[in-house]
């Protein structure tokens, strides 16, 4: 049995649509108005200063705001956008505009591997900070105390064995004494190359095609947590 898990939440804990279908067109309507009060704040200058320098050195903020909305409609992984996207997702979540979705069998399971002595780590592309603020505000209440750590694509990318390694490393794990949960196969593959155990977590709510045999790599796959045989 495991001795930690580390889990993915887009598509695992929670669902896909989540992200895309309130958090980035949440981010992209409040961007102006967030940068037109706070643009001038040094922890929001910074990033802006980043893009504009990026851009070539544009120096209209109304400029910049477009740049960062054409990144969101990109999904683009930029350190600055997802820097700003916090920020606003932060005053979001302070104001009530919203919690984040959270499949009940994953905070069902969580709660009960966290009672059982079992330790908790995240591990997503979202920075740290939007990883705190998600279970901080999830629909099931402030679920950021159940976590020992967290983990983002600092300590490399997800479809890299060696930031599985990493991870193993930082938590004082053996990378055997971990199992790390996903839907992404090629994450998983890398965790298994780490040495880590693995679960294909295949929702029929994300993917309505059932993932099996070699579209499931060869890992074990369940449906919910509900399904996930862990005892601390």
């Given at each position: 049995?495991?001795?930690a898990?580390?889990t993915?939440?887009?598509?695992?804990?929670?669902?896909?649509?989540?992200?895309?279908?309130?958090?980035?067109?949440?981010?992209?309507?409040?961007?102006?108005?967030?940068?037109?009060?706070?643009?001038?704040?040094p922890?929001?200058?910074?990033?802006?200063?980043?893009?504009?320098?990026?851009?070539?050195?544009?120096?209209?903020?109304?400029?910049?705001?477009?740049?960062?909305?054409?990144?969101?409609?990109?999904?683009?992984?930029?350190?600055?956008?997802?820097?700003?996207?916090?920020?606003?997702?932060?005053?979001?979540?302070?104001?009530?505009?919203?919690?984040a979705?959270?499949?009940?069998?994953?905070?069902?399971?969580?709660?009960?591997?966290?009672?059982?002595?079992?330790?908790?780590?995240?591990?997503s592309?979202?920075?740290?900070?939007?990883?705190?603020?998600?279970?901080?505000?999830?629909?099931?209440?402030?679920?950021?105390?159940?976590f020992?750590?967290?983990?983002?694509?600092?300590?490399?990318?997800k479809?890299?064995?060696?930031?599985?390694?990493?991870?193993?490393?930082?938590?004082?794990?053996?990378?055997g004494?971990?199992?790390?949960?996903?839907?992404?196969?090629?994450?998983?593959?890398?965790?298994?190359?780490?040495?880590?155990?693995?679960?294909?977590?295949?929702?029929?709510?994300?993917?309505?095609?059932?993932?099996?045999?070699?579209?499931?790599?060869?890992?074990?796959?369940?449906?919910?947590?509900?399904?996930?045989?862990?005892?601390?």
């Open positions: 049995m495991p001795k898990i580390l993915d939440i887009e598509g695992t804990t929670s669902s896909i649509c989540f992200v895309k279908d309130v958090l980035f067109p949440y981010a992209r309507r409040a961007l102006p108005g967030y940068i037109d009060a706070r643009g001038r704040e922890a929001v200058r910074k990033w802006l200063d980043a893009v504009a320098t990026e851009c070539g050195g544009m120096c209209d903020d109304a400029m910049i705001v477009e740049v960062l909305q054409g990144w969101i409609d990109q999904d683009r992984k930029h350190t600055a956008l997802k820097a700003l996207q916090g920020m606003v997702w932060a005053e979001g979540y302070r104001n009530a505009d919203f919690t979705h959270l499949y009940p069998d994953a905070a069902a399971a969580l709660r009960a591997w966290h009672g059982a002595g079992l330790p908790l780590y995240v591990y592309s979202g920075s740290v900070p939007a990883q705190r603020l998600f279970f901080g505000h999830s629909d099931d209440g402030d679920l950021s105390t159940l020992s750590g967290w983990f983002d694509t600092e300590v490399g990318g479809r890299e064995a060696a930031s599985y390694r990493h991870i193993a490393e930082a938590i004082g794990r053996a990378p004494d971990v199992l790390f949960l996903s839907d992404v196969v090629a994450e998983l593959d890398a965790a298994r190359e780490a040495g880590m155990q693995t679960a294909l977590v295949d929702r029929r709510e994300d993917y309505p095609q059932p993932r099996s045999g070699s579209d499931a790599g060869g890992h074990p796959r369940v449906e919910s947590f509900a399904e996930l045989d862990v005892n601390a």
